[in-house]
């Protein structure tokens, strides 16, 4: 009996060198497809919230002093929000323990997006009143977190983190 060890016309015989093409072209399309993922990955990322926690810990019980010397003030800081030409305005008044204005305050906010920091948006204050703060923010609509400092002499005195809605 002979054998024919030829092939019929039309087929392809699979050589060594097809089979290496092949492995490298998929092994270096799964490459390119993990580079681009990564690279959407890094550039949409909007950031984290706390940058070290490891530094953030050693912070912990300074940040209990200060939380547990804010509640012994027992100041009512209360935050309005009212919508306006220019976009909205934000107004926050604080009073003492004993229901007076506290004047005088250098008062800052920062309207935090819950998911991308990069669109965080600042609000300066000004005092337009007795113990009333007023400042603009131009802000879509949605959740927001509303992180207010209240400080004075560069101590900070008062802080507050809230969810609001903008509407």
Known sequence: MSSNMS????????????????????????????????????????????????????????????????AARNWQVSVRIAPTAEGNALLLEVRDENGRPVTGADVSARLAHPIDERRDIPVDFSETASGVYSGRVAANHGQWTLDVDVARGGQRLFRSRNRIAIE
């Open 7 to 70: 092939t019929p016309r039309g087929e392809r015989r699979v050589t060594g060198r097809m089979v290496l093409v092949a492995l490298l072209g998929f092994f270096g399309f799964v490459i390119l497809v993990n580079i681009v993922m990564v690279h959407a990955a890094i550039t949409t990322f909007g950031g984290v919230d706390t940058p070290s926690s490891y530094q953030a810990g050693l912070a912990f019980k300074s940040k209990l002093a200060e939380a547990a010397a804010q």
